[in-house]
């Protein structure tokens, strides 16, 4: 694992052992016991893929989904991309949310290998319009119409498509382990073994860990940067709550948000309140 000496960013790295996996998880203060799946990784993008076959199933290559913006991460890819590429090996990176989003991208030797993200047909009822799609450059595209529903289980499938590990509960791995008591009496109301149900909790070792490595640079641009985003953020909620009273189901409205235009929508909505603020401020201070 010398390749971690490139990553600048904060990392747990585990060893699973029953399945032999590796993990990569954020960076946490104190470290953590187990690994712990809920914490975005925002990793520094060194290298970028070439995404040209994913750009045309934008452009309609798939005519019978539903496909959204929001819904194909570039970002993700160039992060897989670049951390094959820091680590001199194959990474599977996903991110697998509670609501519509989901997307895991397998990348090596700087090419995207496998993606597979989540979405919707077009013309399907109900919970049937929910699928996923799988593009690998052999084959191109195909929707998986039977996607796993609980929760990692687009994470989870696209690790047994990449490395031919199934049955993996990310829910656990990143659980206390419980008991064998505790496991006796959760074992019986699911109706498995003791064994399987601790089996089920992974056996892990947290074997490297580095904090973020933040230049002096970013050290004196973080101030700024917190200010930025305090001064938005006003603007962020009053735009998207005008966006959603006035736009929000109109027709032509397809559901995609651009966070810009939000923050744009935001500024007109309170430039007159403000242009008013401090024309009183100023008459109360005699100006």
């Avoid at 016991?33 to 994913?54: E, K, N």
């Avoid at 519509?100 to 030797?109: F, T």
């Avoid at 580095?210 to 985003?229: H, N, Y």
Wanted: net charge negative.
């Amino acid at each position: 694992m010398q390749g971690l000496a490139r990553v600048k960013d904060g990392y747990q790295l585990w060893h699973e052992s029953r399945s032999g996996l590796y993990f990569l998880t954020a960076h946490s203060e104190p470290l953590g016991r187990r690994p712990d799946f809920s914490d975005f990784l925002d990793r520094t993008i060194t290298d970028r893929a070439d995404i040209s076959p994913i750009e045309r199933l934008l452009a309609g290559d798939l005519p019978e989904l539903d496909l959204r913006k929001q819904e194909v991460s570039a970002e993700l890819m160039h992060e897989a991309v670049s951390l094959s590429q820091q680590l001199g090996m194959r990474v599977l990176v996903a991110e697998d949310t509670d609501d519509e989003y989901g997307m895991a991208v397998l990348a090596e030797n700087g090419t995207v290998h496998y993606l597979r993200l989540r979405t919707t047909l077009k013309d399907a009822p109900g919970d049937e319009c929910r699928v996923e799609v799988v593009y690998r450059p052999e084959i191109g595209f195909e929707i998986d119409s039977d996607p796993a529903g609980e929760i990692y289980g687009l994470a989870q499938t696209a690790i047994d498509d990449a490395f031919g590990v199934a049955g993996l509960n990310l829910v656990n791995f990143s659980d206390s382990k419980p008991t064998r008591d505790q496991a006796k009496r959760r074992a019986t109301g699911e109706g498995v073994s003791i064994s399987a149900y601790l089996d089920s909790y992974g056996v892990f070792e947290r074997i490297s860990h580095g904090r973020p490595q933040r230049t002096t640079r970013d050290k004196l641009l973080l101030p700024f940067r917190i200010l930025m985003t305090l001064l938005i953020l006003p603007f962020f909620f009053v735009g998207l709550m005008a966006w959603a009273i006035f736009f929000a189901g109109r027709p032509g409205s397809n559901g995609d948000i651009n966070e810009n235009y939000i923050v744009l929508i935001g500024v007109a909505v309170l430039a007159l309140p403000i242009w008013g603020l401090v024309r009183l401020v100023g008459a109360m201070l005699g100006n």
